[in-house]
């Protein structure tokens, strides 16, 4: 069976196109939906939650323009 650095060289060497069409099929391959494990996931939670308690606690994207100097 083949490594994964010997698959990912082959692929690699695929022309563009066909590299795309892989690349989404590997991703359809994965589950739809995080799982609530992953950390990312479980900080997005906790912020939704968050302004889901105090909606006042939000940012505009005017606000959000002025801190960043946009």
């Known amino acids: 069976m083949a ?3 010997e698959v990912e060289e082959q ?6 196109d066909q590299r795309a069409r892989l690349a ?3 991703l359809d391959s994965l589950p739809a ?4 494990e992953d950390a990312g996931v479980a ?3 906790r ?3 968050e302004l889901e308690a105090d909606p006042s ?3 505009t994207l005017e606000a959000f323009k002025a801190a960043f100097g946009r």
């Open 33 to 36: 939906v995080l799982h609530d």
């Open 43 to 45: 900080e997005a939670l």
């Open 57 to 59: 606690s939000a940012m």
């Open 11 to 16: 692929a690699l060497l695929l022309p563009e």
């Open 24 to 26: 989404a099929h590997l």
């Open 47 to 49: 912020r939704d939650a």
């Open 3 to 5: 490594t994964l650095l």
